[in-house]
């Protein structure tokens, strides 16, 4: 039901209440899907890197995390009124290009030879990433027929999640392909200085290359920013956009992608260092981290058979039946060790796959012209990337990593609740 017939002929698709939008658009919403995927993945490569550049502590190397996850929190409500203001096309081209000057901001910071000059830069970079995500979640659902929301966001997300898997795999060959053997703590102030800049340029030419895509794809979404007709929203400024929050099943939502992200972020934060104990897989750190494709891979092909599963069965009853999946192996890789302990853990990434998206249209379902500012709420709730795993971190450091998956699993557990409630109370 995605396409009508006349739809078919025309080139567009029904937007559910008579009007109809370039069926193109389609595309370009999953190239974003694509791109801002890509690009925060790459903060797993960037980690490594830093933390040998600079003799980073564990703490300190996740204020990477942190600088971009912050971004989410502090981005999101404004970045609702810009598209709001602008429009979902024009406000795609201003996020694109403030990713391309966090991209450029690598430069200063490679000359600096200074770690929060990294972090300014991956903090302008997550900015954009926010906008652009802002734009990108409602659009693919006003992209067709209502009906199908819930299935078009999850094969969205299918892209974002190749993003996520591509990205990574070229961007350790190009940032982590040679790892140079020296210690920076060795060598006086001077040198430090030198070796900093030098190691780094690696970083700098990848994200140049990024840079510049960006641009290209910036100027074709300008080029275009009149295909979709923009009708503005009247009335509420950045602070009204809380009163959604009085709505139970908004609210409820809201805190579903909190914990969600949160999880996922924390088990994907700790698989390197759970895969490579000796009770678990006993794998070295290099071997670790090419199984950590197959938890990406895996949300990847379960967005699109989520999609294919979203068409028959009610979204909050798949919802429920991931989370309860993702439960059900954490306890299992916590409490069992070998090849079972690993490999239930990296088969979470399948459960992970529909989860946001489902959680998000769940969430947004009855908003009408109040879609961009919900957009906005459910984005600052991504912030639990970067709350979430500090109290896993805390726990692993007073108990094991094993028990400290119990975090996670709690995050579930509220997903199941959320999951229920919408069960129990459909929009109408």
Known sequence: MALAAPAAKTGHTTNGEGGEWPADLRWFVFALFFIFGGITSLNDILIPKLRGLFALTHTESMLVQFAFFT????VSLPAALVVRK????RSAAIGLLT???????????????????????????????????VVSNPLISMLGAPQ??????????????LGTTVFPFFGAR?????????????????AQAAFRTAQTQVIVHTYIGLAVALVIVAAVVWLRRNRLPHVAVAGSGLLDSFD????????FGTLGIFLYVGGEVAIGSTLV?????ANVLGVDARAAGELVALYWGGAMVGRFIGAWLLKRFPPALVLAGAALGACTLLVLSGSSTGPVAGY?????????????????????????DRAPDGSGLLCMAIVGGAVVPLLFGIVADMSTLATALLVPAACYVGIIMFARYCRRHPVL
Request: charged share 10%; glycine share 8%.
């Open 273 to 277: 260092s759970y895969l490579t104990q």
């Open 148 to 161: 199908s929301a819930h299935s078009r966001l999850t094969f969205a997300q299918a892209f974002n999640s």
């Open 71 to 74: 971004a989410y929190f502090l």
């Open 244 to 251: 959604l929050l009085k709505r139970p099943r908004f609210a």
């Open 86 to 89: 602008f429009g979902y096309m």
């Open 174 to 190: 190009l940032i982590l392909g040679s790892l140079d053997k020296v210690q920076p703590d060795e060598l006086d102030a001077a």
């Open 344 to 368: 239930s853990l990296l088969a979470v990434g399948l459960m992970n796959s529909i989860m946001f998206p489902t959680i998000f249209s769940l969430a947004c379902e009855g908003l009408g």
């Open 99 to 133: 990713m391309t000057v966090g991209c450029l901001l690598f430069i200063p910071a490679s000359t600096s030879g200074l770690f929060p000059g990294f972090l300014l830069a991956l903090f302008v970079l997550a900015s954009g990433v926010v906008l652009v995500q």
